[in-house]
């Protein structure tokens, strides 16, 4: 989106210089976009400088880039500052999304005289990512502040944008920064700039003419790009097409899940699993259609392996590399626990070993370190074969354990259903609780089969009494909404009865 009010084109009659502030973590060049700058500001006759003040750390605080352009005068030498001034920042170029608001947050930009351009891409933040429910900062309230706060707002994606032309997040904010005209520089001094760089300087200058285009034209970068593929789903199973149709595109696209993960036969389980709740509540049937797929294409050691094996996976490395002919190796940081280990093993082998591991570590199992170079053959090939092994899935110890709590969670919706459709979307919605790997997904089930207790006695005490379930079903709402805001509100579940 281009958005513009009235910016004012320089800021060079209004305070006699030009602030610009990069917000940037790791990683994403937000120092070569600095130097860009000043460099481009230099060429052109401009003085200008540059300062950086490091975050903590790559992904726990971004690194900020402050930069000044000044009029060239000979009677006067500029005095800069280290730091831009809140509320007096010119221009904010943001090579990610959730910086806009960390920067607003701190009341750098105004929207008097602030030109806001970012990428509207995401990069998940430490607190987004530990939770575990829902905790993405909502990208559609983030941009409603950077517009609140801005006089023109230049907002697309310029990730996609990279990825698609082969080329730098920020080359394309350098040419958006210049094609917005809130600086005083030609664009070929920001040209001049890159090819002094010397880096990449090609792919740069692609980068640089794309971003000029979005910022002059208005383009829109957020749509879905051409070299963007979807898998191909089998739409052309009658049983697919039989459905309602809010419950098509979720059963496609777990379809496609299960047959790459396992087999068509193992899909077809799925869809006669489904098959009780689709004539039912659609609510019902949409949270069972989901969190079914999800659990049944739970994460084990033969995905895990199958995954790293896959040649997309390095070509994907290697394009990150962006050094064509240059020697890559990759390094897999392993560290299955026993659970892990015994559980890919057929159930009738391992299941009294398992039972007596449990005894013996019930708090959480031993786990093996292993670092494998996947690059080299022997590594490729211990990993590769390991991911050969779906064929041991359905007789697996694990597939054992998964089948009976699947079983559990979906006979408690089912029985649900014939009290209550409330209380049976809430049951089934429970499902989404089960996530995470090791310690983590063994304390989540240990959550669902609370939260199934209590709201189904919860249940059995209201048919006897009135046939009101609001109550069992407020217990499994707050139990479930509790347990995904994080270990306090687990703890607090823990504490809730029916």
Known sequence: MNEAG?????????????????????????????????????????????????????????????????????????????????????????????????????GFPSPARTTIITSTHRLYSIQEKVAVGDA???????????????????AFDALALAREHRTEVNAILLGALAGSGVMPMREDAYRAAIRAKGVSVDANLRGFDLGLAVAQNGADATAPRNG???????????????????????????????????????????????????????ETAAHVARYLALWMSYEDAIRVADLKTRASRFARIRAEAKTPGAVVEVIDYLKPD??????????????????????????GRPALAQHVRTTTVLGYLRVWLLGRLRGLRPISYRAHQERLRMAQ?????????????????????????VKGYGEVRRRMFAHLERLLAASLAAAEAASRGGADFSAATRLAHDYRTLVLSGPDGELKAATLRG
């Open 228 to 282: 963007a593929v979807a898998p191909a789903a089998p739409v052309d199973d009658p049983r697919v097409a039989a459905l309602p149709e809010p419950l098509r595109p979720i059963v496609r696209q777990a379809l496609v899940r299960l047959i790459d993960y396992q087999d068509r036969r193992y899909a077809d389980r799925y869809l006669e699993q489904l098959a009780p709740y689709v004539a039912g509540d659609g």
């Open 6 to 106: 009235d910016p004012q084109l320089t800021a060079m009659g209004r305070q006699g210089f030009v602030s610009v502030l990069i917000p940037a973590v790791g990683g994403q060049g937000g120092g070569v976009l600095s130097e860009w700058i000043v460099e481009a500001a230099i060429a052109d006759g401009y003085v200008a400088h540059g300062t950086s003040i490091p975050g903590v750390a790559q992904r726990t605080g971004s690194t900020t880039y402050y930069a000044e352009v000044f009029p060239p005068r000979d009677d006067v030498t500029p005095t800069v500052s280290l730091y831009p001034v809140p509320g007096a920042l010119d221009v904010l170029v943001a090579p990610e999304l959730l910086e806009v608001g960390r920067m607003i947050e701190l």
């Open 338 to 363: 026993l659970d892990e280990i015994y559980g890919i093993l057929p159930y009738a082998l391992v299941a009294p070993f398992a039972r007596w591991a449990e005894r013996r570590w019930p708090h």
């Open 136 to 154: 993405l900062y909502p990208t559609e309230r983030l941009l409603e502040a950077a517009r609140t706060f801005s006089c023109a707002l230049h």
């Open 409 to 433: 969670w979906l006979s408690a919706v089912q029985q649900c259903a014939g009290w209550d459709p409330a209380l049976a979307r809430e049951v089934a919605h429970a499902g989404q609780l």
